[in-house]
């Protein structure tokens, strides 16, 4: 009896959280372009460094005098090399990894703290809710580049965890905002009422009655969070404050600026190129998958299907 | 009874604008006073060792006592023997009166001045004439495109200005600037690649002449800043318009009988204006602080790169300054949209 009822659940729990949200995208052909480029930077940050080569300096040919690299791309280098010839291919596979970590970190603390706050602020009301909304106006208020650009001099450390935490400081305020007006605006609907006059628990109504009628708000915020973070993490890095550590696009780009002097001539575009394109493809892909959000999460949607 | 209500919302919004102003200032002091009170650290004992090279000769107790003397002289000047939130509280007490004090270093791009105030002024009036244009360029033609691909949704139009918006958001402003410099200044030769020089003598003669010249430098970072940002713009415009299509008032204005282009002008853009206001005040805000990295890229001493230059050698006068400025600015456009909106919403009035 009980493993029967498992089974079900199981079933129930792969139709509606796996087949179905899979069955939306190959039906949105945006979403399914932005799933499929956003397959291919996973695998990329995930199984990418085991297949690549290390990007170790001086692999390519011998070449002329170092801030000139003509080193056009081969079969062998398909980005070409940089100004110390270094495979860009390799680079950009290397650096994928802590991108993607940094940007998936900082999405999610900022989206759990803006729930968190936008949920609590809207739901209690009264004086909770003032003093949350204060707290968000000013921290709403402090500019955002600057802050981080003082918060990495004083820390100076390039893990993922601790650049994500702090790429999402001043990232939650709009987003708590945002979802305590949605809140407020559902607290007084029929259902709340009907679940309230039922004696529901609170985190029933929390949870069960108001969260799924902001999922499809919510997970399209987390995608933006994630594009706001690559774009904070790749100019920390792209400016210098952040120690160069491991491969980075932003640390790529910082090189081809400042080293290589990639802006004096077109025979080295491609080292200017090739970072940003990997930046300029996440953030599509990204947001075209973000289409598809809507159809897999808003529970009206979903009855329909 | 109306104003007065008006009345007490204005001083409820005033009394918020206020509370945030102080407490956002308060944490931007206590989080650059760490910073400050390093640097007041190394000077003094950078002038304490400069003092002990003077007192060569004498005997080592009485060179002793003198240092000893000299750097809690120093310390007393620096005001480092009090708390760290008394300086805090009497930075804040200064900076109200918008006295910033001197700056530690000099800054010839902005003019050989140690006074913050005046650096200041000379960095907002650049990054103005730079961003400020090309915000109200973008705003311009942000909102025309945007009406008009509402107005034509699901054309050819309508579908390249979604792609084109996707696009262009996903770009980093610094990276276009970079590629336009490496096409135009350096293979094309067509515009400058330092986007700020100083003006020859000759040009300054005529208004004509100066003009075209400064269009001449900005003309990269003009370019850069209008096709990175309009398509986002336009995008968000067309939504809201599309949105306000569907309504009801929309409907009978046509069914009315009138023209669709009066619908759209008079109806449609009257309806979407609060948001679209709301958003072009704050972007225009935003503008006056110009964007850190691109004016590292342009070469442009505007705000960004004096904040860029002046965080990087720890000026703490300089670097509070600028944040000061600009929290002031955006609490004040905040406090000034609530009051015209108070007028433009009735309903504004009773919640408030």
């Known amino acids: 009896m009980k493993i029967s009822h498992l089974r079900l659940g199981v079933k129930a729990f792969i139709e509606d959280w796996i087949l179905f949200p899979l069955s939306v995208i190959v039906h949105n052909v945006k979403a399914l372009v932005g799933f499929i480029i956003l397959l291919f930077y996973i695998a990329m940050a995930t199984i990418g460094p085991h297949v690549v080569p290390y990007p170790r300096s001086f692999t390519c040919p011998p070449y002329l005098p170092p801030t000139i690299f003509r080193w056009p791309p081969s079969l062998e280098h398909p980005l070409g090399c940089d100004y110390i010839g270094t495979d860009i291919w390799a680079q950009i596979v290397w650096g994928s990894t802590t991108v993607l970590e940094i940007a998936f970190i900082a999405g999610i603390v900022t989206t759990l703290v803006g729930i968190a706050v936008g949920m609590i602020a809207g739901f209690l009301g009264g004086k909770v809710d003032a003093v949350l909304m204060a707290i968000t106006d000013v921290v709403m208020t402090i500019p955002g580049l600057p802050l981080l650009i003082v918060l990495a001099s004083v820390i100076r450390t390039s893990s993922p965890l601790v650049v994500g935490l702090m790429l999402s400081i001043t990232a939650w305020a709009g987003l708590a905002r945002a979802i305590r007006s949605q809140v407020l605006s559902l607290k007084y609907r029929e259902f709340v009422e009907a679940a309230k006059a039922l004696g529901m628990p609170t985190w029933h109504i929390v949870f069960r009655e108001i969260m799924p009628n902001l999922m499809s708000f919510v997970a399209i915020n987390f995608i933006f969070a994630t594009v706001g973070a690559i774009y904070g993490s790749v100019g920390l890095y792209f400016l210098g404050v952040l120690p160069f550590t491991a491969f980075n696009w932003g640390i790529m780009l910082n090189m081809a600026f400042r080293q290589a002097g990639a802006l004096y001539s077109l025979h080295t575009i491609h080292y200017l190129l090739a970072p940003i394109f990997a930046i300029i493809g996440l953030q599509i892909g990204l947001i075209l998958f973000s289409y598809a959000i809507d159809e897999i999460f808003n529970p009206r949607l979903r009855a329909r299907a | ?352």
Request: aromatic share 14%.
């Open chain 2, 1 to 352: 009874m109306i104003w007065l209500g008006l009345g007490r919302y204005i001083v409820f919004r005033g009394f918020n604008a206020l509370l945030v102003l102080f407490v956002a200032l308060l944490i931007s002091v206590i989080l650059f006073a760490d910073l400050e009170t390093k640097e007041l650290e190394t000077r003094v004992y950078e002038q304490v060792q400069n003092y002990a090279r003077g007192l060569r000769g004498l005997p080592p107790e009485e060179v002793n006592r003198r240092v000893e003397e000299y750097r809690q002289w120093l310390i007393k000047v620096y005001g480092l023997d009090q708390p760290l939130y008394i300086r805090a509280f009497k930075y804040l007490a200064r900076a109200l009166t918008l006295d910033f004090g001197e700056a530690r270093q000099r800054y010839p791009a902005y003019g050989a001045t140690a006074d913050v105030r005046s650096i200041l002024l000379t960095a907002l009036g650049r990054t103005v004439l730079l961003f400020t244009t090309a915000q109200i360029i973008v705003i311009v033609i942000g909102i025309f495109l945007g009406l008009y691909a509402a107005y034509r949704s699901g054309s050819i139009f309508d579908r390249f200005l979604s792609v084109f918006a996707l696009v262009t958001y996903s770009m980093p402003m610094y990276w276009l600037g970079m590629l336009m410099i490496l096409l135009f200044a350096y293979e094309l030769g067509i515009f400058p690649s330092r986007s700020w020089e100083y003006v020859p003598e000759d040009v300054k003669a005529s208004p004509f002449s100066l003009f075209v010249w400064y269009l001449w430098h900005m003309a990269l970072p003009l370019m850069t800043i209008i096709l990175v940002s309009f398509g986002g713009l336009a995008w968000i415009v067309r939504n809201i318009a599309i949105s306000t299509m569907q309504e009801d008032f929309v409907m009978v204005a046509h069914a009315k009988g009138l023209r669709s282009r009066d619908v759209l002008y008079k109806h449609v853009l009257r309806a979407i204006s609060p948001p679209v206001v709301t958003m072009s005040a704050f972007a225009i805000i935003g503008s006056f602080f110009g964007a850190i990295i691109s004016e590292v890229v342009f070469q442009w001493p505007g705000m960004g790169r004096l904040y860029y230059t002046a965080l990087q050698n720890s000026d703490t006068p300089v670097v509070m300054g600028v944040t000061y400025l600009s929290i002031m600015l955006i609490v004040v456009t905040k406090f000034l949209l609530d009051i015209i909106y108070g007028f433009l919403d009735p309903r504004i009035k009773v919640s408030g």
